[in-house]
């Protein structure tokens, strides 16, 4: 894999300079090479913060100023050609949010979850366990488990059962978890999973709801079961992303490898680069765009022609805030760019007003309100 090359289209997208051929290479090489989406992760990251500085700056030029820099710590020299589409996006990445077109919505009263602000394990023996701080050698029976770095594990040479586990993500937290088989879950906010310490059956089985990344480690004898609402996915060895936030709607977008999705009506084989969408009119599947299904991964949250109603929820889960759209105007916008939840929310409020004269405040009982 020549890394550079990765490095210099990373930076070339940036700028809305790259060719879709070389936007595929790209998007596949870091779908499949963990060192390629390091690089790649890391230019996003460095994008973000230096619009966010140029933010806080009130920087009236960031988006020229920002690839500038980028290109210089690549060593690259040429004249960046950004079209007014791609200035917009990148604008919109400057504030966070950007006014695309009016359209009517239904009112939204108010969004609302009382998940408590802890991640928390309840083991199979009913013992309740917070994991929202770093701790190590927790025993539970005859496991041994650890919690650091926002990631769960568990020494899986003690026979601890197939007792079922229950872990809990709430708003505005997100966290890992690696199974005894070596599978690797990542969990988003507002996600619960359901899960053994061992596997000692023919089948590997969770249960998941909420959005999760999941690589699989493989195990031909013995396949990975993930049970969503309504939907099972059958798993060898793979990679994919699970989504079932919205109630009645079940996402599954694969990475690599292979699934059969067992939807209740028929088996669905799943190929890489596809999402499968089960809601209860029917059945879809079409290729992704792996910044807008796996963004969330790295804290990034891209939308396109959303309206504020859209996006309350995704503000909800990431920063763990009660959400009052009481305002038909507000309700009635439109918007394209991203969220990044490495930012606080107070900045997004903030550019929030400055692109769109959009106000916010907080009530008594700290809902969160647009004017």
């Not at 919690?147 to 899986?156: C, G, I, K, P, W």
């Not at 890489?272 to 969330?296: C, M, Q």
Request: with cysteine.
């Amino acid at each position: 894999m020549d890394y550079e090359k990765i490095r210099e289209l990373s930076l070339d997208e940036l700028a809305d300079m790259i060719s879709e051929e070389d936007k595929a290479f790209l998007h596949s090489a870091i779908r499949e090479d963990l060192q390629a989406r390091n690089i790649w992760e890391s230019i996003q990251r460095d994008r973000s913060r230096l619009l966010a500085d140029a933010s806080e700056s009130h920087d009236q030029h960031p988006v020229e100023e920002v690839l500038t820099d980028l290109h210089k710590r690549s060593g690259r020299r040429y004249v960046l050609n950004i079209s007014s589409i791609a200035a917009a996006c990148l604008l919109a990445i400057t504030a966070g949010w950007y006014l695309f077109r009016p359209a009517e919505r239904p009112p939204l009263a108010v969004v609302s979850d009382s998940v408590p602000n802890t991640i928390r394990l309840v083991t199979a023996e009913g013992k309740t366990i917070d994991l929202s701080n770093d701790s190590a050698g927790i025993r539970v029976g005859n496991a041994i488990l650890n919690n650091t770095q926002r990631t769960l594990s568990f020494d899986a040479s003690h026979q601890s059962g197939s007792g079922i586990n229950t872990l809990t993500v709430p708003d505005g937290k997100d966290y890992h978890l690696l199974l005894a088989d070596g599978t690797r879950i990542q969990l988003n906010a507002a996600t619960t999973i359901s899960f053994p310490f061992t596997f000692p059956g023919k089948t590997r089985e969770v249960t998941i709801s909420g959005e999760a990344y999941i690589q699989v480690a493989a195990k031909a004898d013995q396949p990975f079961i993930v049970h969503l609402p309504g939907n099972t996915v059958n798993v060898l060895g793979t990679a994919f992303n699970i989504n079932t936030y919205d109630s009645g709607l079940v996402k599954i977008a694969l990475v690599e490898g292979s699934v059969k999705v067992a939807t209740g009506k028929k088996d669905i084989v799943l190929k890489p680069g596809y999402e499968l969408t089960s809601a209860r009119d029917g059945i879809t599947k079409e290729t992704f765009d792996a910044d807008k299904v796996l963004g969330w991964r790295t804290g990034v949250y891209t939308f396109e022609n959303a309206s504020l109603q859209e996006l309350a929820p995704v503000i909800m889960r990431w920063f763990g805030v009660t959400i009052a759209l009481d305002n038909p105007r507000v309700r009635s916008r439109r918007f394209f760019g991203i969220i990044d939840r490495n930012q606080p929310l107070q900045a997004f409020l903030h550019n929030l007003e400055r692109a769109d004269g959009i106000k916010s405040s907080y009530d008594q009982q700290g809902v969160l309100h647009f004017e």
